[in-house]
């Protein structure tokens, strides 16, 4: 059963820096392409970041690019999101999301989310 | 604002055969990138329904279907279900934006009456 679990959010001040993280099992993790997607409280669904299955294609939405980061460590099945200067508008709940099998822009599983509030 | 619009609300009885548009532009869904809807049940973290404009992953039941013709995408459900009260959301690609051109429409709320 393919799952996938997030962690790390919490409550931060603006400025301040958070690592989320993605724990996946119950697939060939390194053979997968990961999303971050993001929703504001009583928001639509925003995508935030993609990291291809080697890491070696990475991309960011202009709302965090500059400030977040996304990782993945294959050998540990699990994907990063390093948020710094985070601002009131990133208070959202983040999920990872996997690229699909069928095309790596369907998202065919997500994990439960994390939230990340952001304020003083 | 999305670059996929979606009406921000659709209602049905019980039974009753609903829509639910996604109209983009010749950047996205009329360049013939494909459509793929979610489904996010209250409370929850959201489910791929439809994939590849009209295809449905196992488990999905074969009430929902999809559509795509010109710059527009379509969600159908048919024999409208109290469980289907969610929030559904389109999402495509889009060759004028920066970075992956993954884009979300704004979703739509699904009563059943």
């Known amino acids: 059963e393919v799952q996938l679990v997030e962690s790390g959010g919490g409550l931060v001040q603006p400025g301040g820096s958070l690592r989320l993280s993605c724990a996946a099992s119950?697939?060939?993790?390194?053979?997968?392409?990961m999303n971050w997607v993001r929703q504001a409280p009583g928001k639509g669904l925003e995508w935030v970041s993609y990291?291809?299955?080697?890491?070696?294609?990475?991309y960011y939405a202009d709302s965090v690019k500059g400030r977040f980061t996304i990782s993945r460590d294959n050998a540990k099945n699990s994907l990063y999101l390093q948020m710094n200067s985070l601002r009131a508008e990133d208070t959202a709940v983040y999920y990872c999301?996997?690229?699909?099998?069928?095309?790596?822009?369907?998202?065919?599983?997500w994990g439960q989310g994390t939230l990340v509030t952001v304020s003083s | 604002q999305s670059v996929l619009t979606q009406p921000p609300s659709v209602s049905g009885a019980p039974g009753q055969r609903v829509t639910i548009s996604c109209t983009g532009s010749?950047?996205?869904?009329?360049?013939?990138?494909?459509v793929h809807w979610y489904q996010q049940l209250p409370g929850t973290a959201p489910k791929l329904l439809i994939y590849?404009?009209?295809n449905r992953p196992s488990g999905v039941p074969d009430r929902f279907s999809g559509s795509k013709s010109g710059t527009s995408a379509s969600l159908a459900i048919t024999g409208l279900q109290a469980e289907d009260e969610a929030d559904y959301y389109c999402?495509?690609?889009?060759?004028?934006?920066?970075?992956?051109?993954?884009?979300f429409g704004g979703g739509t709320k699904l009563t059943v009456l």
């Open positions: 590849g404009n009209s």
């Open positions: 990291i291809s299955s080697s890491s070696s294609t990475i």
């Open positions: 999301a996997r690229g699909g099998s069928w095309s790596e822009y369907a998202f065919d599983y």
């Open positions: 119950g697939f060939t993790f390194s053979s997968y392409s």
């Open positions: 999402q495509s690609y889009d060759s004028s934006l920066s970075g992956s051109g993954v884009v």
């Open positions: 010749s950047s996205n869904i009329g360049a013939g990138y494909d």
